[in-house]
């Protein structure tokens, strides 16, 4: 899809910095860092919707942007899928509703294809936006407050390990964000990616209050180095009789339970603070399974990472199958026809898969979204079909590809971006 009548599609460098950065606060309503902007934006990816028609705005007016960080994430069974991971998406109020996004995302649906990432993910700003162009959640994000000192299960060997408290430093730290990326093995967590990315994870993009504190980093080690982290910052606050403050954790990863163990016991265990604000996946993940009383923490659960998938084949042979498989699926897809059609997915169990074209009859049809929400194991294949999102043809089709699908570790996306 081309640009919409009066505009043309541009790449914007770090010299058109202020157009974006206006676009994105114009978008957002907020005000941002520029500082701390220019390392958290993929610069070399920047596109934009530009007026070339004066009833559209002044000529060479930006009307929207967007960008995208290259990362990969973790599939079920271990390996990794290059992704492109969306993110500023912002069109102008003036020029909203004029078809600037459907543009947009046909423009970043190509062009990373033609990087060879085979999907793209986001968070969404509001959910009825992107299942329309084929995205579909794929993490659950929960929020809690762990309140101070909650009881953790007891961990063997997590109390000895050894931890560090500082001050954000990126020249310091993007290594250890990195290090402990590289171990996760929950599909869906960015594993390699750009410094944009890792970046986002440290810095405050909002401009900040004057007296705030900087934000601080807590870093778990083991035997392997780097084993957890969470970057956070406390606000001080005081009740009539005793000090209330406020931790608010805006990211962490841990990539195993004593690592997590220990990060926790020192975070919610930090002085004059009363509660401790933190995100964490699933009812699977480990932080709610350390919890003794997971209700006494509030937990409220959202969507998290969506996916899109933008190559069939390449996506669904990055991850490997539970269960033996051997099934004709039919795909449609409008925004992208070279995934429609038909695909045989042969497996054995946990065995390098192949997914080639066939003509054979299917077994079962689909749209691009539900094969997007299946992809990492989060949803089933039986509860899209139950929900009329899966269209069986051979009986047992569904049941067979829903185990097939099924992943032994919960799906988590700990970095938003
Ligand atoms: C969301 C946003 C990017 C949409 O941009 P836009 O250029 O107005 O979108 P388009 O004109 O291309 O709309 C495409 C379709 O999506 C629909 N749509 C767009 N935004 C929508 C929203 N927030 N909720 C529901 N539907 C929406 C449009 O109605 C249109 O539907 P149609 O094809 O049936 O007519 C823009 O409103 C915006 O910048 N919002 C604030 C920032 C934001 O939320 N960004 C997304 C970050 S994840």
Not at 45 to 71: F, K, N, Q
Not at 279 to 300: C, F, H, I, K, Y
Not at 374 to 392: C, D, P
Request: aromatic residues 4%; proline residues 6%.
């Amino acid at each position: 899809m081309s640009a919409p009548a009066g505009y043309r599609i541009v790449s914007l460098d770090q010299s058109r910095s202020h157009e974006m950065l206006t676009t994105v606060e114009w978008a957002f309503a907020f005000k941002l860092s520029p500082e701390a902007m220019r390392d958290v934006v993929p610069w070399d990816h920047v596109r934009g919707l530009e007026a070339v028609d004066a009833t559209r705005g002044p000529v060479g007016t930006i009307g929207g942007v967007h960008s995208s960080h290259t990362m990969t994430l973790r599939m079920p069974g271990g390996g990794t899928v290059p992704t492109s991971g969306l993110t500023w998406v912002s069109v102008h109020p003036a020029h909203r509703r004029r078809g600037i996004l459907s543009a947009m995302i046909a423009d970043h649906f190509s062009r990373a294809l033609e990087r060879g990432e085979a999907v793209s993910a986001l968070y969404a700003a509001e959910t009825a936006i992107y299942p329309r162009f084929g995205y579909a959640q794929a993490t659950v994000k929960s929020t809690l407050d762990l309140g101070r000192s909650p009881k953790l299960r007891p961990i063997e060997g997590s109390d000895d390990l050894p931890v560090r408290i500082e001050t954000v430093d990126m020249s310091v730290h993007a290594d250890v964000v990195r290090a402990v990326q590289r171990r996760l093995d929950e599909p869906g967590s960015p594993v390699e990616m750009g410094d944009s990315v890792v970046h986002d994870a440290l810095v405050d993009i909002t401009t900040r209050q004057p007296d705030a504190e900087d934000p601080r980093i807590v870093i778990v080690e083991d035997a392997h180095g780097p084993a957890a982290f969470a970057v956070l910052s406390r606000e001080i606050k005081w009740s009539e009789t005793a000090a209330a403050g406020t931790v608010d954790v805006k990211v962490w990863g841990a990539v195993d339970a004593a690592s997590a163990r220990r990060l926790f016991s020192v975070v919610t265990d930090l002085d004059l603070m009363a509660s401790c604000k933190v995100t964490a996946n699933g009812t699977d993940g480990l932080l709610l399974q350390l919890l003794e009383d997971p209700r006494g923490v509030g937990m409220r659960a959202l969507d998290g990472m969506w996916i899109r998938i933008l190559d069939v084949p390449a996506a669904l042979g990055a991850r490997t199958y539970s269960a033996d498989v051997d099934v004709v699926i039919e795909v449609t897809d409008a925004l992208l026809p070279t995934n429609e059609g038909r695909w045989r997915l042969s497996a054995t169990a946990d065995g390098t898969p192949t997914i080639e074209r066939t003509e054979a009859p299917c077994d079962l049809a689909l749209g691009i979204d539900a094969l997007s929400a299946a992809l990492l194991g989060s949803t089933s294949v039986e509860t899209l079909h139950a929900v009329g999102r899966v269209t069986e043809e051979t009986p047992g089709a569904v049941r067979a590809t829903s185990r097939a699908f099924r992943s032994d570790l919960p799906q988590a996306c700990n970095l938003a971006f």
